[in-house]
T-cell receptor, first 114, second 114 residues
Framework: EAQVTQNPRYLITVTGKKLTVTCSQNMNHEYMSWYRQDPGLGLRQIYYSMNVEVTDKGDVPEGYKVSRKEKRNFPLILESPSPNQTSLYFC?????????????FGDGTRLSIL | AQSVSQHNHHVILSEAASLELGCNYSYGGTVNLFWYVQYPGQHLQLLLKYFSGDPLVKGIKGFEAEFIKSKFSFNLRKPSVQWSDTAEYFCAVRLSSNTGKLIFGQGTTLQVKP
């Protein structure tokens, strides 16, 4: 089954404690992206990756890091989480051509930073 | 800065009523346009997309959207809504064919009363 898998689905943690949210897709997609969803703000893109070892900033990259060492995985790293990063996070992937529009979303990760 | 604006934040309709959700973007260059739907408790799904050609595009579940370039708009329509259309709807814009950057609107919550 084609899917985008995020882990964990829920996490409550404390300010400053490094965390990683994993994202894996089994569709051999080249494009992957991370979004955060906040009430009244819709989805905002954090980072995206057009291919392995190619990443770029979205609209709200501050406080986040990503890496794309292999095609299937695109982890989101919060080096020093802060309460304003409490949000619902979605990973998405799609084939590249004609340019990466997300069509497959993961089920989301709800992060609470205390 | 580029932005996407959805005018209606919360829409309440009765079943069989017609639906039109507004979406405007601020960018003068080439754009690709999308509408996504998020049913309660689920991740986003692509409803329809416009890349080029006929400005009236048809998507899944009886939805359609019209791209009006002169108005920078991409409004979503459905002639007769059903209770199962209750969801949040997001308009999104990709600014050029060479980037993976995607900008979402704030979202419109549609509630359909049976």
């Amino acid at each position: 089954e084609a899917q985008v898998t995020q882990n964990p689905r829920y996490l409550i943690t404390v300010t400053g404690k490094k965390l990683t949210v994993t994202c894996s897709q089994n569709m051999n997609h080249e494009y992957m992206s991370w979004y955060r969803q906040d009430p009244g703000l819709g989805l905002r893109q954090i980072y995206y990756s057009m291919n392995v070892e190619v990443t770029d900033k979205g609209d709200v990259p501050e406080g986040y890091k990503v890496s794309r060492k292999e095609k299937r995985n695109f982890p989101l790293i919060l080096e020093s989480p802060s309460p304003n990063q409490t949000s619902l996070y979605f990973c998405a992937s799609s084939p590249t051509s004609p340019g990466g529009q997300p069509q497959h979303f993961g089920d989301g990760t709800r992060l609470s930073i205390l | 800065a580029q932005s996407v604006s959805q005018h209606n934040h919360h829409v309440i309709l009765s079943e069989a009523a017609s639906l039109e959700l507004g979406c405007n973007y601020s960018y003068g260059g080439t754009v690709n346009l999308f509408w996504y739907v998020q049913y309660p408790g689920q991740h986003l799904q692509l409803l329809l997309k416009y890349f080029s050609g006929d400005p009236l595009v048809k998507g899944i579940k009886g939805f359609e959207a019209e791209f009006i370039k002169s108005k920078f708009s991409f409004n979503l329509r459905k002639p007769s809504v059903q209770w199962s259309d209750t969801a949040e709807y997001f308009c999104a814009v990709r600014l050029s064919s060479n980037t993976g950057k995607l900008i979402f609107g704030q979202g419109t919550t549609l509630q359909v009363k049976p």
